[in-house]
């Protein structure tokens, strides 16, 4: 198993820092390896702590009387250079419980009000966006939306459109736009199960 030696910091910025690693692989060899994370620290790395607090939560939402539709962002990212369909998301603030946070990132990226199902914990339990270049992970928060949609909780440097899915337009954007990974799994529930949260089934308490 490989190992590491050192960890040192390179970036100091609010919201995501770049680490370098010093490391001995698996056959011995040195060599060396680059994490982006959200910890304002080395020794706040999950790295060094072991344990997995979700930085950030993803939300599923139903929307509609109905609920036949999704509640989707289109959003543009400075990392692909355009947009890309998205789950509403962002980060947990310290001390915040990550459904709290769910309710309040949905309200501000798209004006709607959530309300969370409580399901068992294995489908919540944050799990790793990209490991292989940052140790950030999510939590999912499944829910029913309700309310009406506005843009004007947004941040200055967030260009989000809001968009409400019918399941025909949810295979539309599967087959023509750019979509998240996490987004395009859960869509693919959206357009197999009758039931959006059929997969849940039994689990609701």
Do not use: W
């Amino acid at each position: 198993m490989g190992k590491i030696n050192k960890v040192i910091q390179r970036t100091h910025t609010p919201y995501v820092n770049l680490y370098e690693l010093e490391i001995t692989n698996k056959t011995g060899a040195q060599g060396r390896y680059y994490v982006a994370s959200r910890a304002k620290s080395a020794d706040a790395l999950k790295l060094s702590t072991g344990e997995n607090v979700p930085d950030g939560v993803i939300i599923y939402s139903i929307y509609g009387e109905k609920r036949d539709q999704v509640v989707l962002v289109r959003q543009y990212r400075y990392s692909i250079g355009g947009y890309i369909y998205e789950f509403p998301a962002g980060l947990v603030e310290p001390g915040e419980d990550y459904r709290e946070a769910a309710v309040r990132e949905l309200k501000e990226e798209t004006g709607l009000t959530l309300a969370p199902l409580t399901v068992d914990e294995m489908f919540e339990r944050p799990g790793f966006t990209t490991v292989g270049m940052t140790d950030e992970s999510c939590a999912t928060v499944y829910g029913y939306a309700s309310g009406q949609v506005t843009c004007q909780g947004q941040e200055d440097s967030e260009e989000i459109e809001i968009v409400l899915a019918d399941r025909r337009e949810a295979a539309r954007i599967l087959k023509e736009e750019r979509v998240a990974i996490m987004c395009a799994y859960m869509l693919m529930h959206f357009l197999g199960d009758e039931d959006p949260f059929g997969f849940l089934s039994g689990t609701e308490k």
